[in-house]
């Protein structure tokens, strides 16, 4: 086992398996729906059915980071337990001050810390979470592991369909201007995460053609790519399996029988794009770690 901890956050949204058997230390960002807040992914927290409901109820859900102190004590306990560095590795510090209290927090840590924005969010984070354990496990270094989650994030597609933008707009991850607009002709957005930020890819005029499009863009971007691919979504499980379907169908030889990971969205995630939203992320698997130095083919 490496001496090295790897920390990431709950809106990485691995399982819970995966998280157990590279042990991946998870720290929960928090959850307000009306007057209560809730941590993450943790038991008796929010869940995405709570935030989806609250959401078409007009009850006001905000997420919160967790706080400097917060990160520091997850610190400590992972070197109280033997760890000599850690690699903390959070979604994009564009829409969230998670990485900015992984920053405060190594300062004051009493072990070396490396910290990375992976600029991106849900399993295309998660996707380079595992990739840096496994570096970590082979015996890299937690530069070695940085990089890694750097360059799978950077070379990874995020794109997601949502039935509004009003949510995004709430929670300030667009404009007001591109939430009007899409209003105003009635279109169905497919947005993309690129450098951190959340950006206007294409405009379709129904769910359907959304859908169809979300599956064209995403076996393009599998094209001559080894690739892990994730479908997300909140409170649209039909739409989302029969995505994940097709990319099984149409991505076999990129997969490599690997599954198409399957999932509804965490409750943070979910807060800010709304009911009906689905996602698909296609990260093209790194070539694999050799502690001597060198890489082999992945």
Known sequence: MSSIALVTDSTASLPVEVVERYDIIVVPLQVVVGATSYDEGVEGGATAETVAAALREWTPVNTSRPSPAAMLEVYEKAAASGATGIVSVHLSSELSGTYESAQLAARESSVPVVTVDS??????????????????????????????????????????????????????????????????????????????????????????????????????????????????????????????EHLTQRLAEHLEGREVVLGEVGAVIGAHVGPGMVAVMVAPRPQEYDAGGSSTGG
């Open 119 to 244: 600029r991106a969010l849900g399993m295309a984070t998660g996707f380079a979470v595992v990739s840096a354990a496994e570096v970590l496990a082979a015996g890299g270094t937690a530069q070695d592991a940085a990089e890694v989650v750097r360059r799978r994030t950077a070379e990874t597609t995020s794109l997601f369909y949502v039935d509004t933008l009003e949510y995004l707009r709430r929670g300030g991850r667009i404009g007001p201007a591109a939430a009007l607009l899409g209003s105003a002709l009635a279109v169905k957005p497919l947005l993309q995460l690129k450098d951190g930020h959340v950006q206007m890819r294409e405009k379709v005029r129904t769910a359907g053609r959304a859908l169809n499009r979300l599956e064209e863009l995403a076996v393009a971007a599998a094209d001559g790519h080894k690739v892990d691919v994730a479908v997300a979504h909140l409170a649209n499980p039909d739409r989302a399996s029969q995505l994940a």
